[in-house]
């Protein structure tokens, strides 16, 4: 049986709105390389999520491979965690450059910040610390180690477009922060991404690096890749950003019924409701706990699939336990997120699922329960 509800869908502003919106460049003929739509979302963006210096990429990977770049880091260790994404490691390690993995939180499944001053040696150079799920990290204590040892933090915020930490826009944290602008994502570009520096004095270099290096005519100043945002997406995301706050207020709402149908059943662990943050409701994940629910993650994942219901196993495997890197690391020495990458299943979430696809969904899980 076929997925008749996906575990997320595209958020897209009205056909209408972004066909009138690429109409200029029809007449202009300038598709990409900082085009107006480019600047006009550049400044946009800067604007919606509060930081003081942003540039736009091809997609949130690239974002993060050259932030090292950007920041002059060709070799050295980084310390991250395993529970990401694999393009968070990949950029690492494709910079020249060796994770160091983190065992993360078990309350909100961010990096475990207790436990990186012991990781931390001769070699490191940088702190990757990942927003997972819409959790804001523990800024303030990253940030205080950073500063203790002379280390840069580079956040890989992919999962927090939009979300504010004490009243300020996450991606103003740490010397860079890089948002995805995928198409799964809460806001999307189709595909984009965007580094956010504190420096005003990279703004040079995270322009020029995207583009091959090229800083004048007959000048290349840097190693750079070519990494820009074309006009289509920009175009697609001046319309996406019109309509993201009813889009997460929608989110808002699919959350919420989840909470009220799955909050209170033993067993079933939900994400944690952080203090002084304003979420963007970007994932809905539920931690299955076998022994006392009766039914672990695999099981419900199966009963889901078998009733055309799509959720993902986020993030399984383990980043340390992927082939490309198990020969590397031993998993065991982050049990919490072994555990929780074992034990942690994403259902569907996204602005237009109904409330009584909610409710079936949440049925089908609850009737997994084989402990009375």
Wanted: aromatic letters at 10%; glycine letters at 8%.
């Amino acid at each position: 049986m076929g997925n008749d509800i996906k575990v997320t869908r595209s958020s897209m502003a009205p056909f209408e709105e972004y066909t009138e919106e690429i109409r200029s460049l029809w007449e202009t003929h300038w598709l990409t390389n900082s085009g107006a739509k480019h600047k006009e979302l550049t400044a946009e963006l800067r604007e919606y999520l509060g930081v003081d210096n942003i540039e736009l990429y091809v997609n949130g990977h690239m974002a993060l491979e050259l932030s090292f770049a950007v920041l002059g880091l060709e070799k050295g260790e980084v310390i991250t965690s395993p529970f990401t994404f694999v393009s968070t490691t990949h950029s690492i390690v494709r910079s020249g450059l060796t994770p160091v993995f983190c065992d993360i939180d078990p309350d909100d499944y961010t990096i475990d910040v207790d436990r990186i001053e012991e990781l931390i040696t001769e070699s490191t150079v940088a702190i990757m610390p990942i927003h997972v799920y819409g959790n804001v990290c523990r800024i303030e204590k990253i940030q205080e180690i950073a500063d203790k040892h002379g280390l840069k933090v580079i956040y890989d915020a992919a999962h927090t477009f939009g979300e504010t930490y004490k009243g300020r826009g996450v991606g103003s944290f740490g010397d860079i922060s890089c948002f995805s602008f995928h198409a799964t994502k809460v806001y999307n570009t189709v595909e984009g991404g965007a580094i956010c520096y504190r420096d005003p004095e990279l703004e040079l270099k995270t322009r020029r690096i995207k583009d091959f290096g090229i800083t004048g005519e007959e000048t290349v100043s840097y190693i750079g890749a070519n990494a820009k945002m074309n006009e289509f997406s920009a175009a697609m995301g001046l319309c996406n950003l019109r309509h993201v706050d009813e889009e997460i207020e929608k989110r808002k709402k699919v959350s919420d019924r989840y909470r009220e149908r799955l909050t209170g059943i033993p067993g079933l662990k939900l994400n944690t409701v952080q203090k002084d943050v304003k979420p963007n409701y970007a994932y809905f994940p539920i931690v299955f706990e076998k022994e006392t629910f009766g039914a672990g993650r695999d099981e419900v994942f199966e009963s889901l699939k078998k009733n055309g219901i799509g959720a993902r196993k986020y993030f399984y495997p383990l980043i340390s336990e992927m082939d490309c890197y198990k020969s590397r690391y031993n998993s065991e020495g982050t049990p919490v997120a072994l555990n929780i990458s074992r034990s942690v299943l994403t259902v569907p979430m996204y602005a237009d699922l109904s409330i009584s696809d909610v409710d079936r969904i949440c049925d089908i899980i609850r009737n997994c329960c084989k402990i009375t």
